[in-house]
């Protein structure tokens, strides 16, 4: 059974321009979570989505940032007119849904370096 | 506002040392997971504590859950340099979302 995948590892991109992030959960999880890290910082949350629906998104900027996922393929973090602030590791982790307790698992990460 | 606590936020002791690292809230989590993170590279998963008071031992290192299911600690015996790196505690919400702890950044020195 396959982790979960992210990709691209590491991402450039210059000002402006617009950086897609994917993640494709493990195989049976139907809930997503991405998470934005900064160099000797905690993760922080930034939204939550099950297949077709976001269940909370308290943690995105409300501007520029939008994340999806489809009923099929990987769940995408979108980041228009990217800012040098923007920099950071992203992480996804997916999650199944037991009855009485849940549990994340995290994909490597991918670091977006904006120029 | 940080929902989890951990302290200490840096650790660096010699080779061999036993050390604890905490992880405090006021909230009340349906269960606790314990992650490890290496440079470059995401969490990875050592443990989850469900029960109040639930203990687990993982070689050397020991999870304990709080009674009332808001606090928990893990212990490492006899450290060794391959313990290095960034130990997270997140607890999840029975609306099955997680909250971090900041991470305790543990330096094992030969």
């Known amino acids: 059974n396959a982790g979960v995948m992210q990709n691209p590892r590491h991402l450039v991109r210059r000002r402006g321009q617009e950086a897609r992030l994917r993640c494709s959960p493990m195989?049976?999880?139907?809930?997503v979570y991405w998470y934005r890290q900064l160099p000797e910082e905690g993760l922080k949350f930034m939204v939550y989505l099950q297949k077709e629906n976001i269940i909370d998104e308290s943690g995105m900027p409300k501007e520029r940032f939008s994340a999806e996922f489809p009923k099929e393929g990987p769940s995408i973090l979108r980041i228009q007119q990217v800012v040098r602030g923007d920099s950071a590791a992203y992480f996804c982790?997916?999650?199944?849904?037991?009855?009485?307790?849940?549990?994340?698992?995290f994909g490597p990460g991918t670091r977006l370096t904006v120029l | 506002t940080q929902l989890l606590e951990q302290s200490p936020q840096f650790l660096s002791i010699q080779e061999g040392e036993n050390l604890t690292v905490y992880c405090n809230s006021s909230s009340v989590f349906s269960s606790l997971q314990w992650y490890r993170q290496e440079p470059g590279e995401g969490p990875v998963l050592l443990v989850t504590?469900?029960?109040?008071?639930e203990v687990k031992k993982l070689k050397r290192l020991t999870f304990q859950f709080g009674d009332a299911r808001k606090d928990s600690s893990l212990h490492i015996t006899a450290a060794q340099p391959g313990d290095t790196g960034l130990y997270l505690c997140?607890?999840?919400?029975?609306?099955?979302?997680?909250?971090f702890g900041s991470g305790t950044k543990l330096n094992v020195k030969p």
């Open positions: 195989k049976g999880h139907s809930h």
């Open positions: 504590v469900v029960t109040g008071g």
């Open positions: 997140a607890g999840a919400s029975n609306f099955n979302k997680f909250y």
């Open positions: 982790a997916s999650s199944p849904m037991r009855g009485s307790y849940n549990e994340q698992f």
